[in-house]
């Protein structure tokens, strides 16, 4: 079974910066495409940004210039580099493969936005 351990949030202001981390069990981070998630009180869970084996990323329209995903297939980890950091950002965010989730989603790791 796949283990999924999420990493980095916290409290930030407006226009800060986190970075989220994904620590994954087995080798699903080379064999798959991974993706961050996030969601939001009272939200449904959404993809926010995805890497493909190629290397190849891409993101959901309200994160574009501002995050960005990274793989490490050695160290079977994922990262999510968030800089300009809005409210709107505050969720909880989950690592898993894309489009359809393989591991048991893990605990996430909150991350709010807010002076």
């Known amino acids: 079974q796949v283990h999924l351990v999420e990493s980095g949030g916290g409290l930030v202001q407006p226009g800060g910066s986190l970075r989220l981390s994904c620590a994954a069990s087995?080798?699903?981070?080379?064999?798959?495409?991974m993706g961050w998630y996030r969601q939001a009180p009272g939200k449904q869970r959404e993809s926010v940004a995805r890497i493909y084996s190629s290397g190849t990323t891409t993101y959901a329209d309200s994160v574009k210039g501002r995050f960005t995903i990274s793989r490490d297939n050695a160290k079977n980890t994922v990262s999510l580099q968030m800089i300009s950091l809005k409210p709107e950002d505050t969720a909880v965010y989950y690592c898993n493969t894309y489009p359809l989730p393989l591991g048991s989603w893990g605990q996430g790791t909150q991350v709010t936005v807010s002076s």
């Open positions: 087995g080798t699903i981070v080379s064999a798959y495409v």
